[in-house]
């Protein structure tokens, strides 16, 4: 009678090749492209989804487990870490107040924004800018914009882009670096009138920016090291569109949200508050706020159709 554990193993290793290569079939997000995902996952999310996938089996297997049949595979993430050097600047910046304070936390939608950019090269080009804006509840990308200027009407771009997709209620704070785009008046005035609070990074502490720098550090090893430079500023727009619209914030799980997408969290968060909200229904005033909620889910769905 063959070992239980090896038999497993077995199974596990002819598993592990589809889910590295078309995550989420459990959910029905499997497409005919299975190279939409670009075998972008590690060993942690790959045993999450494995996990789920062993449950009705009442199977698991650990990380560890999973990390030395990829090796007997060669199997692995194709995410690269490029290095990059990095000098402190001598240039003497204003301090501006820091209201989020490193506390990410939230309990809904549009309480807290976070908002930065980063470079992309092309050839015939040179560096092109993408600037974008995260709701920390879902971590979706809410606000997007890709430029070959890196001036203020780029973030204004996002800005605007942002509010378009979303319903601006209660005290909502937007946390960005001390850039000089970010420190403008221009920026800062659209600000105040859309009743946004401004929260700055102090200089040269990235962690007070945490969530953003990750979302970069995953846009830059997922979509754009393991590839040749892009050809050009259209080339490099499609093919970032594709990963922020249609991959992260549809389709890639995130392991701070529970192994959930942005867009599971942003529907999930709207239905429980309308659900709540009908349930505690006394007034005219309630309705209309149950309402807003369900127009968000509208809007959050309507995106979810175009892209």
């Not at 999450?48 to 089996?57: D, S, Y």
């Not at 090269?121 to 974008?132: A, D, E, M, P």
């Not at 800005?159 to 909502?172: M, P």
């Amino acid at each position: 009678m063959p070992n239980p554990r090896c038999f497993q193993s077995s199974v596990l290793s002819l598993s592990i090749p589809q889910t590295f290569k078309t995550p989420g079939r459990r959910c029905g997000l499997e497409t005919t492209d299975s190279a939409e995902f670009k075998q972008r996952y590690g060993v942690m999310k790959i045993h999450h989804e494995l996990n789920l996938e062993l449950q009705p089996l009442q199977l698991r297997c650990s990380p560890r487990r999973i990390s030395r049949l990829m090796k007997e595979l060669d199997i692995h993430s194709v995410t690269v870490n490029k290095w990059k050097a990095a000098s402190a600047s001598k240039t003497k910046v204003e301090q501006r107040p820091n209201l989020l304070k490193q506390d990410f936390s939230t309990t809904g939608l549009n309480q807290k924004w976070t908002a930065d950019m980063t470079y992309i090269q092309t050839k015939r080009n040179g560096w092109c800018y993408l600037s974008t804006i995260m709701d920390l509840h879902s971590r979706r990308i809410i606000g997007y914009s890709f430029s070959k200027k890196m001036d203020t009407d780029l973030v204004l771009k996002t800005l605007e882009s942002a509010v378009k997709n979303r319903t601006i209620t209660g005290d909502l704070i937007i946390h960005t670096d001390l850039g000089s785009q970010y420190t403008s008046d221009d920026y800062n005035q659209r600000l105040t009138e859309l009743h946004i609070r401004h929260s700055y990074s102090r200089k040269g502490c990235p962690y007070d920016n945490a969530p953003m720098e990750s979302f970069h550090a995953s846009l830059k090893k997922e979509c754009v090291y393991p590839v040749p430079v892009f050809e050009d500023y259209e080339t490099a727009a499609a093919v970032l569109f594709e990963y922020v619209h249609a991959f992260y914030n549809r389709k890639r799980i995130h392991s701070s949200l529970g192994y959930q997408t942005p867009l599971q969290v942003e529907i999930a968060t709207l239905t429980s508050q309308m659900a709540a909200r009908f349930n505690a229904f006394q007034g005219s005033n309630k309705l209309l706020i149950a309402i807003n909620d369900l127009f968000e889910l509208w809007k959050v769905n309507a995106v979810l159709n175009v892209s």
